[in-house]
């Protein structure tokens, strides 16, 4: 399984970025899939998954400015980031759990200057 990430870059606060993600296998067979992002000097963190039945999961700190989706036929998913601030600075991450193994591509910069 692989995973390639972009549309990572450098916004100002407030603004907004939309990360894809392509899947080597189809996304529908996935147990979970979503993203992960570490900033400087920080721990890797959950940032938005959803499930194979299409349930979804956010972080606190994004609920409400990100979106999460996935689109089934072409095996993409997405991350759509609104309302920016700097501390979303980070390296993005697309990971998926396929038959109970994770699976993660190369990270995304996104930047967001105050």
């Known amino acids: 399984v692989q995973l390639q990430a972009s549309g990572g870059g450098l916004v100002q606060a407030g603004g907004s970025l939309r990360l894809s993600c392509a899947v080597s296998?189809?996304?529908?067979?996935?147990?979970?899939i979503g993203w992960y992002r570490q900033a400087p000097g920080k721990q890797r963190e959950l940032v938005a998954s959803i499930g194979v039945g299409g349930s979804t999961n956010y972080a606190d700190s994004v609920k409400g400015r990100f979106a999460i989706s996935v689109d089934n036929f072409k095996n993409w998913v997405y991350l759509q980031m609104d309302s920016l601030k700097p501390e979303d600075t980070a390296v993005y991450y697309c990971y998926a759990i396929f038959a109970g193994l994770s699976y993660w591509g190369r990270g995304t910069l996104v930047t967001v200057s105050s």
């Open positions: 296998v189809s996304t529908s067979r996935r147990n979970a």
